[in-house]
């Protein structure tokens, strides 16, 4: 039952986003979310600190992607897609690490599956965010706060994602984006 689950979630996350863009990524570069992910280590999935500069690095990222999107409503709908869909590719992969975890009885793996999961489900959250202060359309950063407010209430939860939600909240940016 888990893996029927975990496949039918994973297909709608990796969907979310999928067909969104006009075309290849053009948005330039991508504003750093507020905290940086985590990456594997080889011992087995476990999560490693960021590197020494990371934070540097993030900062001079976010000013760039910042000034490349302000008011360029666009380019904003353009990286909005694209990171909705590396968002769905990320949380499929969370909701997996998840279900093993807890099927393993590792507690010390579930608390940095969960973790991991709350800081993914957050720098989603803030990536909105962001794009819907940088936007000049109304509507669009009308959609782009409310999906923010909408995936920051999953309190790091990707388990409470279910495919009418992830189409739903593809719908608004569509429409916001003029595509739907």
Do not use: W
């Amino acid at each position: 039952m888990r893996r029927l689950c975990l496949t039918a979630v994973s297909g709608a996350l990796v969907l979310f986003g999928a067909g969104c863009s006009t075309g290849p990524d053009k948005a330039g570069p991508v504003a750093a979310p507020a905290v940086a992910p985590a990456a594997p280590t080889a011992a087995g999935g476990g999560t490693s600190a960021p590197a020494a500069g990371a934070a540097s690095a993030a900062a001079s990222a976010e000013a760039g992607g910042d000034a490349a999107l302000k008011g360029n409503s666009a380019a904003i709908c353009d990286q909005a897609a694209t990171t909705g869909a590396h968002a769905g590719a990320t949380f499929a992969q969370d909701l997996k690490l998840l279900i093993d975890a807890e099927t393993g009885q590792d507690s010390a793996a579930v608390t940095q599956a969960r973790a991991k999961t709350s800081r993914d489900v957050q720098n989603y959250a803030y990536a909105l965010a962001d794009m819907g202060k940088l936007a000049s359309e109304p509507g669009l950063k009308k959609a782009l706060t409310a999906m923010s407010k909408q995936v920051g209430a999953l309190k790091g939860d990707v388990r409470k994602l279910d495919a009418a939600q992830l189409a739903a909240l593809q719908a608004t940016l569509e429409k916001a984006c003029g595509k739907g």
